[in-house]
């Protein structure tokens, strides 16, 4: 056998083996992307079949004002999205405008003058709401709704 011959049998292997590691990886990563998007999609389905329908909104009859954090206050205003399981009667808004002084006292107009500072503080508060109104397992409130907010 000649020089020739000897070096193209021994580097063929070497090609089909590196030719093979790269099948495996990119088997590997594909197959653990696949993986990651099934979890993903499957924990999102379970939280869209919890939303209950929407019911009736009650608004708040008059804003409320708040003291901020150095002098400064919020007036505001917003209503409650009620679910369809709650009925068509409005529910009883003290209970959600005691929670909101209680929440929004005290807090700082540069928090609350962005729009994530204004969500994070939405969520507090809608959580407490949702907890409140929330009767042998039945949610009567699932959103609130700001009609009116200024900061000074």
Same mark, same amino acid.
């Given at each position: =056998?000649?020089?020739? /011959?000897? +070096?193209?049998?021994?580097?063929? %292997?070497?090609?089909? &083996?590196?030719?093979? =590691? ?7 990563? !594909? ?8 979890? =993903? !999609? ?9 939303? %209950?329908? @929407? ?8 804003? !409320?004002?708040?003291? #901020? ?5 919020? @007036?505001?205003?917003?209503? #409650? ?9 409005? $529910?009883?808004?003290?209970?959600? $405008? ?23 503080? &939405? ?8 907890? +409140?109104?929330?009767? /042998?397992?039945?949610?009567?409130? =699932? ?10």
């Amino acid at each position: =056998m000649s020089d020739k /011959e000897a +070096a193209a049998t021994t580097e063929a %292997p070497k090609k089909s &083996k590196k030719m093979l =590691m790269i099948i495996v990886i990119a088997a590997v990563v !594909l197959l653990g992307g696949g993986a990651g998007a099934f979890f =993903m !999609l499957k924990g999102d389905s379970s939280k869209a079949e919890a939303a %209950p329908a @929407k019911g009736a909104v009650t608004s708040l009859d008059d804003s !409320l004002t708040v003291n #901020l954090a150095d002098g400064h206050y919020l @007036k505001f205003k917003f209503s #409650l999205q009620q679910t369809a399981e709650a009925g068509t009667e409005e $529910v009883d808004t003290s209970e959600a $405008v005691n929670l909101a002084i209680d929440e929004y006292t005290g807090k700082k107009v540069a928090e609350l003058s962005t729009e994530k500072g204004r969500d994070a503080v &939405k969520e507090e508060l809608l959580s407490k709401i949702v907890k +409140a109104y929330t009767e /042998e397992d039945t949610k009567m409130v =699932m959103d609130i709704y700001y009609t009116e907010f200024v900061t000074q």
